[in-house]
């Protein structure tokens, strides 16, 4: 079975820019998660969604980042407009509420923002 | 609210030595528990999880068990190999939040030849 499917893998935009970021979570899975990787802050949690319902974004750095989910399949992280500070891998995961608990990451889109 | 503590990297080791990542938790209620591990360039990886309290997780030789009276669940190998070298993350989720996991800092194991 596939995994959580993020595009692109690597993205370099500058400054200013629009980028949206892609996921199709595992199938059949109701949950998905957006964070954020840095070396100086770590693992966060942006948002994430139960059902295709955003549930908690307090996460969301500023109105900058949005994110949506239109169906079970699919979802994006846009940042609009980008900043050098942006800069970081982004990561969709997924999981079965139903089923305990565990999540499961897609590879990460490594943005660069120059 | 939720969080998780475990030990700052890097932790650096020999080939076949003993592994131990100290993770403690702080969490209402009875949260189920888990270790990810992330190579280099890849995303988490969900390495072992326990839900209850006493529970042992293992998996490609490591273990760890749920332990409520200290709350800690910390991770161990008995031999490591230099594959393990990775960043691992203890995390927590509450049963009771969507899923939400709260993680640690991650530990940075290198373990050399």
């Known amino acids: 079975d596939a995994g959580v499917i993020q595009s692109p893998r690597h993205e370099v935009t500058e400054m200013g820019q629009e980028v949206t970021l892609r996921c199709k979570p595992i199938?059949?899975?109701?949950?998905l998660f957006w964070y954020r990787q840095t070396m100086m802050r770590g693992l966060e949690l942006l948002i994430y969604?139960?059902?295709?319902?955003?549930?908690?974004d307090s996460g969301m750095p500023e109105d900058r980042f949005s994110a949506k989910m239109p169906n079970a399949s699919f979802s994006t992280l846009k940042i609009q407009p980008s900043e050098p500070r942006d800069s970081a891998v982004y990561f969709c995961?997924?999981?079965?509420?139903?089923?305990?608990?565990?999540?499961?990451f897609g590879p990460g889109t490594r943005l660069t923002v120059t | 609210g939720d969080s998780v503590t475990q030990m700052e990297g890097p932790v650096t080791l020999s080939e076949e030595a003993f592994l131990t990542i100290n993770c403690t938790y702080t969490?209402?209620?009875?949260?189920?528990l888990f270790w990810y591990v992330q190579y280099p360039g890849e995303g988490l990886q969900l390495l072992l999880k326990?839900?209850?309290?006493?529970d042992k997780g293992s998996n490609k030789g490591f273990e760890a068990t749920y332990r409520k009276e200290t709350t800690s669940f910390h991770l161990e190998k008995g031999s490591v190999q230099v594959s393990d070298s990775a960043v691992y993350f203890c995390?927590?989720?509450?049963?009771?939040?969507?899923?939400?996991?709260?993680f640690g800092g991650g530990t940075r194991v290198l373990v050399k030849p």
């Open positions: 995961a997924s999981s079965l509420s139903s089923a305990g608990y565990e999540q499961y």
């Open positions: 199938s059949g899975h109701n949950s």
């Open positions: 969604f139960n059902n295709n319902v955003p549930i908690d």
């Open positions: 969490a209402t209620g009875y949260p189920s």
């Open positions: 326990a839900t209850k309290a006493d």
């Open positions: 995390a927590l989720s509450p049963k009771a939040a969507g899923n939400k996991l709260t």
